[in-house]
């Protein structure tokens, strides 16, 4: 098929949501506590990642190779 030459060429969505579906995006997106659940996220992730340190050269460790 010569996909250049035909313009109406797209893809169908081979489901869409059904009502449980927005349901449950719905619950999911319609809390009380998403400030909370947003810190708890950003706070974990702060611990879990370290900040990396800009002035340092990653490659730094390559040098003795090189």
Do not use: H
């Not at 997106?29 to 702060?46: H, K, M, P, Q, V």
């Amino acid at each position: 098929m010569n996909y250049s030459n035909n313009l109406q060429v797209y893809a169908e969505s081979f489901t869409s949501l059904k009502e449980r579906d927005w349901n449950a995006l719905t619950d999911l997106f319609d809390r009380d506590d998403g400030d909370e659940i947003e810190a708890d996220i950003n706070s974990n992730l702060y611990w879990r990642t370290p900040e990396p340190c800009w002035e340092d050269d990653p490659f730094d460790f390559l040098r003795e190779y090189l």
